[in-house]
């Protein structure tokens, strides 16, 4: 197992020597460029680009979530409460549901005159992302003072709730209008316009493609800077070291509340995005796996490697859209097994999640400060030096 | 905190210390208080405005307190399971201050493994009394073994090899683990819940004492959970391995240090925790006679919320957590829905954890608060 690691380590430093030093900046060029070209090679209405569509929206998902657990090092497991909210803005700003009110803003077309609540597209979008923001903040505030795993155990708590809040959303009613659609869902909502694209349609899904590219390139783009500024160091400060990073004058309240608040808007952002898409905003979407598997993207690729997460969930959401349903699924019962490979969809995630963290917990690509951290502790037990195992006080303890 | 700030605090150190005094209160007594609230005002509601009921056959309402009553009676009876699954929680957070999140599912688990055995041995409603007596005690034996074993395995493979990594590691394979054994459960019986053959009769009466029925499902589980905590509570207090337990708990290291074996202890401590949940599951499924797959998450949920009532690396507070908290739930089901009952409850553990993390009885862990 060491000789393997150390002879991956080899290989890696001598790729390494064989680049040139702007080898990074390259390829992130060559990559949006290729994004940008991949809907003209298919047809409009292609299943691999629809795929695609989903993956980048988990893309944005995972890197909201990659600022939480990754540079914050506080467990969300309540992360699908930003894209039920999310997408229920989109629901209540962007369609007849509240068929009361009449309000419109800067839409276009038939919405202009149609009961409910009409918002344009990019207004919804910015009104999905504040929204969730200050949901982040309010359900960060309660987890300010506790530990690491009571932290996950709160946020799972508040995706909870909300998800009941969704279910039971028919017989809340608000000036005597439902909340939610409940199972049946939030149908009937606005086709986005955005000028110079025009109306969007489900017969041709290039332009969603490249408004979720954009999307997803702005996240990339706050992202990187986010984690080079100040906030991002204290974030990496307090996920090492709370105490330490306190009585070095960091604001713990404000940096951990921005930390959940920007997690949550784009999460909130996403979510508005693909409740556009799929057209229906139903409550049976809004699982506790949904958290789950975009823990995962962010675990696979390496917990606060932006890279690394962005790689992860393109992987994760092909293997769960793409390669699952569709190529692999048939395999068990070529075998004369009596279940399709769907069944396992949940396990696959599952045993994803144990196989990374005992064999290699950094990620497929680790941010550097992390991987030390990581691999420094695995390394210990092999020791087997007594009493190692539990002399180190772990980052984000105690903080009372 | 700026200098210039600080002339502003000095004048408002009073409020700020009546603050504090309001916080301390509340952190103090706030949680027991919302406790005690909770049943008195539905015995003041009950007694005033009554509740819908028949009374010489017509639709009347009624005023006194046996709804009440029925409410904390089947509150206890389910409490009780949930205090089952509440220990194992309590326990290895207790040992190696690690949320297992796979522990509904090993619960979940236990009922299908009961359910399947008893099937299997021939158990079924045509069953005569002495079958059932032979029959179900060792179905209630192969489940904690059964499930003692996979949580002893979980251990083994997912939180042993990463006792040195940092905290996020464990808990994330213990989600992983968690999903594993709901799609294991989900293969077995299939994706909707699953009717189970009603072997004890459990709505037969017992006893009716003062309008409150108690019934068999009560008795049983009542019956399976007291000896096995009295079981529990001399095996911890009284036996070499149990002083073990509770000296890696405090401090594994020393305890290391003095001999012990920490992961055999630890193991231990796991397969007591898969065993208590295995009885549970077996209990659930004849208290419920529905078992599902996904059982395991909400049930998981609720006994780690009754953990963290009584105070997480107690044992009695483990205890006293799932009676309480079995009664919120029946409550709650009974008067305003099941379908409301996770928002309650989890909006009960959000206020333990902001009011009194370390709940009723506090924590005999070693990092207390």
Redesign the interface.
């Known amino acids: 197992m060491n000789e393997l690691r150390a002879q991956l380590q080899e290989w890696q430093a001598a790729i390494q020597r064989v680049l040139p030093p702007w080898w990074p900046r390259a390829l992130a060029v060559l990559l949006i460029a290729f994004g940008l070209v991949l809907p003209q090679l298919f047809s409009v209405t292609s299943n691999f680009i629809n795929t695609e569509i989903l993956a980048l929206a988990y893309v944005m998902f995972a890197l909201g979530l990659n600022i939480v ?1 990754g540079f914050a ?1 506080l ?1 969300d ?1 309540g992360y699908v409460a930003f894209f039920a909210l999310g997408s229920y803005t989109f629901g209540w700003l962007g369609s007849g549901w509240f068929f009361k009110a009449h309000v419109h803003i800067l839409v276009h077309g038939p919405q202009a005159t149609l009961p409910g609540i009409h918002l344009s597209f990019v207004l919804i979008l910015i009104c999905a992302g504040l929204l969730t923001a200050c949901a982040g903040a309010i359900i960060g505030v ?2 300010l ?6 932290i ?3 946020t ?3 995706g ?2 909300i ?3 969704a ?2 959303g028919p017989s809340l009613k608000i000036f005597g209008m439902p909340l939610t659609g409940g199972e049946l869902g939030i149908s009937g909502t606005d086709p986005p316009y955005l000028p110079g694209i025009g109306t969007f349609n489900q017969l041709n899904i290039r332009p969603w493609y490249y408004t979720i590219f954009a999307l997803v390139l702005i996240t990339l783009f706050v992202n990187v800077r986010v984690r080079d500024s100040r906030l991002g160091r204290a974030w990496i400060a307090l996920r090492e070291d709370e105490v330490a990073a306190v009585s070095m004058g960091i604001p713990l309240v404000r940096t951990k509340l921005l930390a959940y608040s920007l997690g949550a808007a784009f999460g909130g952002i996403a979510g508005a995005f693909l409740g556009a898409y799929t057209t229906l905003i139903d409550a049976g979407e809004f699982q ?2 949904f958290s ?1 598997f975009v ?1 995962a993207m962010v ?1 696979l690729g390496g ?1 606060g490697s932006i890279w690394g997460v962005v790689v992860g969930a393109l992987l994760l959401s092909n293997i769960n859209y793409y390669l699952i349903p569709d190529v692999l699924n048939g395999i068990p019962g070529d075998l004369g097994l009596k ?1 399709n490979l769907t ?2 969809q ?2 696959i ?6 196989l990374v ?2 064999l290699r ?1 950094q990620g497929l690509i680790p941010e550097r400060r992390r991987k030390l ?2 691999t420094r ?2 390394g ?2 092999e020791l087997e030096e ?7 006080v ?5 903080v ?1 | 905190m700026e200098a210039r700030s600080l002339p502003s605090r000095t004048a408002s150190s009073v409020g700020r210390k009546a603050l504090l005094e309001i916080r301390r209160t509340a952190g103090r007594w706030g949680l027991v208080a919302l406790l005690v609230a909770f049943p008195v005002y539905f015995l003041i509601h009950d007694l005033t405005t009554g509740y819908p009921g028949f009374a010489n056959g017509h639709a009347t309402r009624i005023h006194d307190l046996t709804y009440l009553g029925t409410n904390i009676v089947q509150g206890i009876s389910n409490g009780a399971i949930w205090a089952l699954i509440a220990i194992g929680y309590t326990l290895v957070y207790g040992i190696i ?3 297992n999140f796979a522990h509904g599912d090993v619960f979940m688990i236990g009922s299908f493994t009961g359910v399947s055995f008893w099937s299997a041995i021939g158990v079924g409603l045509a069953t005569s009394t002495l079958g059932l007596v032979v029959g179900l005690p060792i179905a209630l034996l192969v489940c904690m073994i059964v499930c003692g074993a996979l949580n002893v395995l979980i251990e083994r ?2 939180y042993r ?13 213990a ?6 054994l ?3 459960g ?2 077995w019986r299939g994706g909707s819940t699953v009717g189970v053959s009603d072997l004890v009769r459990e709505n037969k009466t017992v006893v009716q004492i003062s309008g409150v029925v108690i019934h068999r499902a009560d008795v049983l589980s009542v019956a399976v959970t007291i000896p096995l905590v009295i079981a529990l509570g001399w095996f911890v207090s009284r036996t070499r391995h149990g002083r073990a337990m509770r000296a890696t708990a405090q401090d ?2 020393a305890a ?2 003095m001999g012990i074996n920490v992961d055999w202890t630890i193991s231990l401590t796991f397969l007591i925790g898969g065993g208590l949940a295995g009885a549970a599951g077996l209990t659930y499924a004849l208290y419920e006679t529905t078992i599902w797959y996904l059982q395991g ?1 909400l049930a998981g ?1 609720i006994a ?1 919320t009754a953990a ?1 009532m009584g105070g997480i690396g107690n044992i009695r507070g483990a205890v006293i957590g799932g009676l309480i908290i079995g009664c919120i739930q029946q409550t709650i089901d009974a008067r305003v829905g099941p ?2 009952t ?2 309650f409850v ?2 009960l ?2 206020i333990i ?2 009011l009194r ?1 370390q709940g009723l009885l506090g924590e005999e862990t070693r ?1 207390a ?1």
């Open positions: 657990v090092g467990l497991l309660p987890t003072r506790l530990r690491g795993d009571y996950a155990i709160v799972l708590a508040f909870e709730i998800r009941v809040f279910l039971q506790f796996g789950i823990l675990v917990l279940f069944d396992l949940v396990s995630f599952g045993f994803l999640l144990v963290m005992v917990p951290e990581l502790g695995i210990e037990t007594p009493g190692a195992a539990w002399a180190a772990e980052p984000g303890e105690v009372r | 201050e690690l949320i493979v997912g090899p990463l006792r040195n990594a940092p905290r996020l590691a464990p808990l994330i394979t989600v992983g683990f968690s999903f594993i709901q799609n294991i989900l293969l594994p290291e290391r240090l998450f949920l780690f963290v379908q409301w996770p928002f989890f909006g553990l959000i954890l902001v993390p990092e608060g």
